[in-house]
């Protein structure tokens, strides 16, 4: 049996793998960093993913079929107009999903922030409607209520990398993998030079570190908060949009399965900076993707289920463990001091 569950684990396929199911927790555990550093916990990351995921493929579709104006396979200037219709259909509901999760992201302002509502029974609310939500949608859409396959939507590109491709056992890590696993590698260094070279990240973490201080400076702090919760949309629908269009091509009920609790997770396992943030994602997508290759085997379906979640809580201890660590070091040094 172990010998079994090496040869699955240690080859490229399952690497490749990793990488495929990292991507959405890694939009999502982004977009948790963005708030966390303005000093809000967005736990409604888990709506926006699956509310970006509805509508990226409804949009998607809806944009496809509104081009093929009712054309079928056979007849004649099908093949050159289904091109369009998928490249337009994509790119429709790759713009919509992010946008509806943004809008999310500032719903969720103007209820803690602006409102004073509890942000966190918010967040909680949020969850809760967009999983009814999300399935009352698909059926005014399609009719159905568990998946969308009456409904063409349309797929992210796959990108095969020139010369890497070539490469044994790298290319087939590395490459030919969608278009979304290589743009959530990129927004790692586009997040840390955000929050950590820009004028508004410097906002943000000033407002995140001491809201007082900022304000006593001039910083409108809940304007900077309203453009974080922004930011942390537009990365939870980047996710979503990866689940429904990238890591599968299609919307199934509740898909998101608790992913933007296990980024959560990893954005507080990566002390909410980006490369932190993108390390603790990539084990938490080990573990995913371990769930799905032990499925070969003949493990209890509810063990491997278990192992993603279970994962998330060994991480959130190690996160808990370091935390209190550090305020006792912290403390220490200031009873030294005095």
């Given at each position: 049996m172990l010998k079994q569950i090496a040869a699955l684990l240690f080859n490229t396929s399952f690497l490749y793998s990793v990488l495929r199911v990292t991507a959405p927790i890694l939009f999502a555990a982004l977009g948790g960093v963005m708030a966390k550093r303005a000093g809000i916990l967005n736990i409604a990351l888990e709506s926006m993913m699956l509310t970006s995921a509805l509508t990226g493929v409804v949009v998607s579709a809806k944009v496809k079929l509104a081009i093929l104006g009712g054309l079928r396979r056979v007849d004649?200037?099908?093949?050159?107009?289904?091109?369009?219709?998928?490249?337009?259909?994509?790119?429709?509901?790759?713009?919509?999903?992010?946008?509806?999760?943004?809008?999310?992201?500032?719903?969720?302002?103007?209820?803690?922030?602006?409102l004073q509502a509890n942000i966190y029974l918010t967040?909680?609310?949020?969850?809760?409607?967009?999983?009814?939500?999300?399935?009352?949608?698909?059926?005014?859409?399609?009719?159905?209520?568990?998946?969308?396959?009456?409904?063409?939507?349309?797929?992210?590109?796959?990108?095969?990398i020139p010369l890497i491709k070539d490469i044994p056992i790298i290319g087939e890590i590395f490459s030919g993998h969608s278009i979304m696993v290589y743009l959530a590698a990129l927004c790692v260094p586009i997040v840390y030079v955000l929050i950590m070279r820009t004028t508004m990240g410097l906002r943000i973490r000033a407002v995140g570190e001491n809201p007082d201080a900022a304000e006593s400076?001039?910083?409108?702090?809940?304007?900077?908060?309203?453009?974080?919760?922004?930011?942390?949309?537009?990365?939870?629908?980047?996710?979503?949009?990866?689940?429904?269009?990238a890591y599968l091509a299609f919307f199934s009920r509740g898909m998101t399965a608790g992913r933007g609790f296990i980024a959560m997770s990893?954005?507080?396992?990566?002390?909410?900076?980006?490369?932190?943030?993108?390390?603790?994602?990539?084990?938490?997508?080990?573990?995913?993707?371990?769930?799905?290759?032990?499925?070969?085997?003949?493990?209890?379906?509810?063990?491997?289920?278990?192992?993603?979640?279970?994962?998330?809580?060994?991480g959130l201890v190690v996160f808990a463990v370091q935390t209190e660590r550090r305020l006792k070091k912290i403390k220490m040094e200031q009873e030294r001091d005095s």
């Amino acid at each position: 049996m172990l010998k079994q569950i090496a040869a699955l684990l240690f080859n490229t396929s399952f690497l490749y793998s990793v990488l495929r199911v990292t991507a959405p927790i890694l939009f999502a555990a982004l977009g948790g960093v963005m708030a966390k550093r303005a000093g809000i916990l967005n736990i409604a990351l888990e709506s926006m993913m699956l509310t970006s995921a509805l509508t990226g493929v409804v949009v998607s579709a809806k944009v496809k079929l509104a081009i093929l104006g009712g054309l079928r396979r056979v007849d004649p200037g099908y093949s050159e107009v289904i091109g369009k219709a998928n490249a337009w259909g994509t790119i429709a509901g790759f713009l919509a999903g992010v946008l509806v999760a943004t809008l999310l992201g500032l719903f969720l302002g103007l209820m803690g922030i602006q409102l004073q509502a509890n942000i966190y029974l918010t967040g909680l609310a949020m969850n809760t409607m967009a999983t009814g939500g999300t399935v009352f949608v698909l059926y005014l859409a399609a009719g159905e209520k568990g998946i969308s396959s009456s409904l063409p939507s349309t797929v992210m590109p796959r990108i095969d990398i020139p010369l890497i491709k070539d490469i044994p056992i790298i290319g087939e890590i590395f490459s030919g993998h969608s278009i979304m696993v290589y743009l959530a590698a990129l927004c790692v260094p586009i997040v840390y030079v955000l929050i950590m070279r820009t004028t508004m990240g410097l906002r943000i973490r000033a407002v995140g570190e001491n809201p007082d201080a900022a304000e006593s400076v001039g910083v409108n702090v809940k304007k900077v908060q309203f453009q974080a919760l922004a930011l942390s949309g537009f990365f939870a629908g980047l996710g979503g949009i990866t689940m429904s269009m990238a890591y599968l091509a299609f919307f199934s009920r509740g898909m998101t399965a608790g992913r933007g609790f296990i980024a959560m997770s990893a954005m507080n396992l990566g002390n909410a900076t980006p490369v932190g943030t993108a390390l603790a994602a990539l084990l938490f997508g080990m573990f995913d993707a371990m769930g799905n290759v032990l499925q070969s085997l003949s493990f209890p379906s509810q063990f491997i289920q278990m192992i993603p979640y279970a994962a998330t809580l060994v991480g959130l201890v190690v996160f808990a463990v370091q935390t209190e660590r550090r305020l006792k070091k912290i403390k220490m040094e200031q009873e030294r001091d005095s």
